[in-house]
């Protein structure tokens, strides 16, 4: 096995053991994304500065020294600033902009030791679920259905991590989640993602969207690694007064246990018409598998499901309106050319830069925030919004965490729904009433699909409860003991 | 509910994006599309519901009343399109 495939864990273990050192691993895994490139998984690579991160961990380990990811290579998100690094958001309005601070979570991974190999592909400014409105092109997923050669979307935003994961190009990979963008694509990747509790993770130094539903997360290999990764992730944070000062707790100790006694919730509403009959069955499966370890399984009602997407598409658009206003073409990012006056040079230079899932958010988001239309839209969005997050705390009176499908179906082929903007919003349906009530969710692979496409489950919990959602994330992916890994088309030749 | 394409146009001034004319249809009816679907919110009973103005439970921090870091000019200038000294230029804006 090639050192690439390790998990997070292992690969700390071998550190730590001296059976490999960090030189080696990122050797290793830059090999690997340099034979990705038709995968399009990374946007910019960073060599040099890996090989200088685990140089310095290497001596850190050799002292007997070093932090909780020493050594232990990782791709970022492109929508995380990084000092020194071309961030770009997926967009090209931002140009080559090279941010001259660190997002307060990747400075975190680094003080904790970890070393980076690159950014990765998204949506543009994580408008998407299938990262085919990057500027920079979709990224592919690593997963192709039986018998077939058609590329597949890696769902998105966060498209380009979950790709890296699943294709061993990184040992795990940052996120954002505004409305399933880690979860979504874990789960059509076959890969874990987490979405902690709104305020877990300091939102500082990360490209806005939807600030009141915008949270980063670990996209992971395993649930153990995702444990491990969100431990070092979380923080307080004085430059996000939302990021919560609560202590944050081991997840890797507190995975162990089992889940004898837990109450699992089955919200009945998320038993959707229409939805293929293999994500049905695989979420009654999870609901035996978790039951077989001990669990209680008891149904739930979240009653104002249906409405979750709709009010989602009133305030995300209109947050991102208002997040969006700062690329005028003056300060960074892309300015047109031949302006006569300031107006026309943001208008120009907007135009230019944003790419067309973004203008049309954009203008959702004018439109329901103008004079005259605020109360129909944005002020009763609001209102769903307090409804969204009852439902929750109500279910949370039987159960302590839900169990649910992660997505409506496995991974669709690159072009298949980019021309009708509300079905591919569908691809969100069971991931955002959890960004709306700023809960925990995690996506664990479960299985397959009859042509060899992996699905998974996702398991809500309460807020700044990942601990729980994790242990029973664990149940899950020990039940299902998913071992797959795609076939490997993309090494060139 | 329809969109229509002037009202496409005011609202593309409002957000300074400059749509090309033959763009405002397409878009009014891609708006159209989004707004019919957005409007099942309206069979819900919202009256006496408080608007959400904050995810979980928790009151916005207070601190001290000072500066922690600025006077970094120069740093911010590195990605200006086009700066003079430490100033952003831009098209005249006062005649």
Same mark, same amino acid.
């Given at each position: 096995m090639s050192a690439a495939a390790f998990t997070l864990a292992e690969a700390r273990?071998?550190?730590?053991?001296? !059976?490999?050192?960090?030189?080696?691993?990122?050797?290793?895994?830059?090999?690997?994304? *340099? #034979?990705?490139?038709?995968?399009?998984?990374?946007?910019?690579?960073?060599?040099?500065?890996?090989?200088?991160?685990?140089?310095?961990?290497?001596?850190?380990?050799a002292k007997g020294e070093g932090g909780a990811l020493e050594g232990l290579p990782l791709a970022i998100k492109d929508l995380f600033c990084t000092k020194g690094v071309r961030t770009t958001a997926g967009s090209k309005i931002l140009g080559n902009f090279v941010p001259p601070y660190e997002s307060t979570v990747t400075q975190n991974l680094w003080n904790a030791g970890a070393v980076m190999l690159g950014k990765t592909n998204m949506d543009e400014f994580a408008m998407g679920s299938s990262n085919e409105t990057s500027a920079h092109g979709p990224a592919f997923n690593p997963w192709r259905a039986r018998n077939s050669n058609a590329n597949l979307v890696p769902g998105g935003s966060s498209g380009g991590s979950a790709a890296a994961v699943a294709a061993d190009l990184c040992l795990a990979a940052t996120g954002t989640d505004t409305g399933g963008s880690i979860r979504q694509p874990a789960a059509v990747t076959g890969i874990?993602?987490? !979405? &902690?509790?709104? /305020?877990?993770?300091?939102?500082?130094?990360?490209?806005?969207?939807?600030?009141?539903?915008? #949270?980063?997360?670990? $996209?992971? !290999?395993?649930?153990?690694?995702?444990?491990?990764?969100?431990?070092?992730?979380? @923080?307080?944070?004085?430059?996000?007064s939302t990021s919560m000062d609560v202590p944050v707790p081991d997840y890797e100790k507190l995975l162990e246990g089992g889940i004898k006694g837990l109450r699992v919730g089955i919200p009945k509403e998320y038993r959707m018409d229409g939805a293929p009959p293999e994500i049905a069955a695989l979420w009654d499966k999870g609901a035996e598998w978790l039951k077989a370890q001990g669990a209680e399984i008891v149904e739930v009602s979240l009653p104002h499901t249906k409405y979750a997407l709709p009010t989602y598409y009133i305030v995300a658009p209109a947050e991102a309106s208002s997040n969006l206003a700062r690329y005028d073409g003056v300060r960074?990012?892309?300015?047109?050319k031949g302006a006569h006056d300031i107006t026309e040079l943001y208008e120009k230079s907007r135009a230019e830069g944003f790419g067309a899932e973004v203008q049309r958010r954009i203008l959702i988001g004018t439109y329901v925030l103008s004079a005259g239309y605020y109360d129909a839209y944005y002020a009763r969005a609001q209102k769903l919004r307090t409804l969204i997050a009852r439902d929750f705390t109500e279910a949370y009176g039987k159960c302590d965490v839900l169990l649910t499908p992660a997505t409506p179906g496995p991974a669709?082929?690159? /072009?298949?729904?980019?021309?009708? &903007?509300?079905?591919?919003?569908?691809?969100?349906?069971?991931?955002?009433?959890?960004n709306l009530a700023g809960l925990p969710?995690?996506?664990?692979?479960?299985?397959?699909?009859?042509?060899?496409?992996?699905?998974?489950l996702q398991l809500i919990g309460k807020a700044f409860d990942e601990a729980t959602v994790l242990r029973a994330g664990l149940a899950i992916e020990e039940a299902a003991a998913f071992r797959h890994k795609p076939a490997n088309w993309w090494r060139a030749a | 509910m329809s969109v229509d394409k002037d009202t496409v146009r005011r609202i593309a001034r409002l957000a300074r994006l400059a749509v090309p004319e033959e763009k405002l249809e397409p878009l009014a009816g891609e708006l159209t599309g989004?707004?019919?679907?957005?409007?099942?919110?309206?069979?819900?009973?919202? =009256? /006496?519901? &408080?608007? $959400?103005? @904050?995810?979980?439970? #928790? !009151?916005?921090?207070?601190? =001290?009343?000072?500066?922690?870091?600025?006077?970094?000019? =120069?740093?911010? $200038?590195?990605?200006?399109?086009?700066? *003079?000294?430490?100033?952003?230029?831009? &098209?005249?804006?006062?005649?």
């Amino acid at each position: 096995m090639s050192a690439a495939a390790f998990t997070l864990a292992e690969a700390r273990d071998a550190l730590k053991a001296r !059976k490999i050192s960090s030189r080696e691993l990122t050797e290793a895994l830059v090999k690997a994304v *340099e #034979q990705a490139r038709p995968l399009n998984a990374y946007v910019t690579e960073t060599p040099e500065k890996a090989f200088e991160m685990a140089a310095a961990s290497d001596a850190r380990l050799a002292k007997g020294e070093g932090g909780a990811l020493e050594g232990l290579p990782l791709a970022i998100k492109d929508l995380f600033c990084t000092k020194g690094v071309r961030t770009t958001a997926g967009s090209k309005i931002l140009g080559n902009f090279v941010p001259p601070y660190e997002s307060t979570v990747t400075q975190n991974l680094w003080n904790a030791g970890a070393v980076m190999l690159g950014k990765t592909n998204m949506d543009e400014f994580a408008m998407g679920s299938s990262n085919e409105t990057s500027a920079h092109g979709p990224a592919f997923n690593p997963w192709r259905a039986r018998n077939s050669n058609a590329n597949l979307v890696p769902g998105g935003s966060s498209g380009g991590s979950a790709a890296a994961v699943a294709a061993d190009l990184c040992l795990a990979a940052t996120g954002t989640d505004t409305g399933g963008s880690i979860r979504q694509p874990a789960a059509v990747t076959g890969i874990v993602g987490l !979405k &902690p509790t709104y /305020g877990r993770c300091s939102r500082w130094g990360i490209v806005a969207f939807a600030s009141s539903l915008d #949270q980063a997360g670990p $996209m992971t !290999k395993t649930v153990r690694d995702a444990a491990i990764m969100l431990k070092s992730m979380a @923080s307080v944070d004085t430059k996000d007064s939302t990021s919560m000062d609560v202590p944050v707790p081991d997840y890797e100790k507190l995975l162990e246990g089992g889940i004898k006694g837990l109450r699992v919730g089955i919200p009945k509403e998320y038993r959707m018409d229409g939805a293929p009959p293999e994500i049905a069955a695989l979420w009654d499966k999870g609901a035996e598998w978790l039951k077989a370890q001990g669990a209680e399984i008891v149904e739930v009602s979240l009653p104002h499901t249906k409405y979750a997407l709709p009010t989602y598409y009133i305030v995300a658009p209109a947050e991102a309106s208002s997040n969006l206003a700062r690329y005028d073409g003056v300060r960074y990012g892309h300015r047109a050319k031949g302006a006569h006056d300031i107006t026309e040079l943001y208008e120009k230079s907007r135009a230019e830069g944003f790419g067309a899932e973004v203008q049309r958010r954009i203008l959702i988001g004018t439109y329901v925030l103008s004079a005259g239309y605020y109360d129909a839209y944005y002020a009763r969005a609001q209102k769903l919004r307090t409804l969204i997050a009852r439902d929750f705390t109500e279910a949370y009176g039987k159960c302590d965490v839900l169990l649910t499908p992660a997505t409506p179906g496995p991974a669709f082929a690159v /072009g298949d729904k980019s021309d009708d &903007p509300v079905a591919m919003y569908l691809n969100d349906v069971f991931t955002v009433t959890v960004n709306l009530a700023g809960l925990p969710g995690i996506a664990v692979p479960a299985g397959l699909t009859a042509n060899g496409l992996p699905l998974g489950l996702q398991l809500i919990g309460k807020a700044f409860d990942e601990a729980t959602v994790l242990r029973a994330g664990l149940a899950i992916e020990e039940a299902a003991a998913f071992r797959h890994k795609p076939a490997n088309w993309w090494r060139a030749a | 509910m329809s969109v229509d394409k002037d009202t496409v146009r005011r609202i593309a001034r409002l957000a300074r994006l400059a749509v090309p004319e033959e763009k405002l249809e397409p878009l009014a009816g891609e708006l159209t599309g989004l707004f019919n679907w957005v409007e099942m919110l309206n069979e819900v009973h919202i =009256e /006496g519901v &408080p608007a $959400m103005t @904050s995810v979980v439970a #928790q !009151k916005l921090k207070w601190r =001290e009343d000072k500066v922690t870091e600025g006077g970094a000019a =120069e740093a911010l $200038m590195t990605n200006a399109p086009e700066h *003079e000294a430490t100033f952003f230029v831009v &098209p005249k804006v006062v005649e």
